[in-house]
T-cell receptor, first 111, second 115 residues
């Protein structure tokens, strides 16, 4: 069966510090991968998606970036965090057009 | 382009009462339809989906949704809710023709079940 992992589960970082969140998927190959952010009391905001190794599409301009160094690994990064980067970050994978499978999420607090 | 509208941001209800969470969508192509549930501090989990066939789909925990093509709706219902159903519910659509890699989510409805 397929499994999706995210780490860390929680993170508290100062403004201006770097960020690296990791997502890995097991039990499937060549998945479409997604990074979402949920701000408090708001819906899902799609940040990035990837249909293959090294292929990244950005949905919103921001100080975040994403990379896909391996087929089942998706990394979200920032060189300098802003207060507005606080939120709940979710990784997900899918077979095109069908349901998405979400990871457990990372709660990021920027102080 | 697709869009999903969840008209109610919050739905309070008493335990054992019926509930309906509304979802309307717009799309120029045929779509798959989904409801996801999110418990506090967790990721989203698929509740039920409509891909084809019977327009009424059911989940294992008593929820059901009916695809109404003429009204472009996919409302979620449960005849008797439990305290444990308190969660955020998201409606979503995706292009079943494979033309887009990106599903479209509604803004979510917070279901609050009171004892």
């Amino acid at each position: 069966s397929q499994t999706i992992h995210q780490w860390p589960a929680t993170l508290v970082q100062p403004v201006g510090s770097p960020l690296s969140l990791e997502c890995t998927v097991e039990g499937t190959s060549n998945p479409n991968l997604y990074w979402y952010r949920q701000a408090a009391g708001r819906g899902l905001q799609l940040l990035f998606y990837s249909v293959g190794i090294g292929q990244i599409s950005s949905e919103v301009p921001q100080n975040l970036s994403a990379s896909r160094p391996q087929d089942r690994q998706f990394i979200l990064s920032s060189k300098k965090l802003l207060l507005s980067d606080s939120g709940f970050y979710l990784c997900a994978w899918t077979r095109q057009g069908n349901e998405q499978f979400f990871g457990p999420g990372t709660r990021l607090t920027v102080l | 382009a697709q869009s999903v509208t969840q008209l109610d941001s919050q739905v309070p209800v008493f335990e054992e009462a019926p509930v309906e969470l509304r979802c309307n969508y717009s799309s120029s192509v045929s779509v798959y339809l989904f409801w996801y549930v999110q418990y506090p501090n967790q990721g989203l989990q698929l509740l039920l989906k409509y891909l084809s066939g019977s327009t009424l789909v059911e989940s294992i925990n008593g929820f059901e949704a009916e695809f109404n093509k003429s009204q472009t709706s996919f409302h979620l219902r449960k005849p008797s809710v439990h305290i444990s159903d308190t969660a955020e519910y998201f409606c979503a659509v995706s292009d079943c023709g494979g033309g887009s890699y990106i599903p479209t989510f509604g803004r979510g409805t917070s279901l609050i079940v009171h004892p």
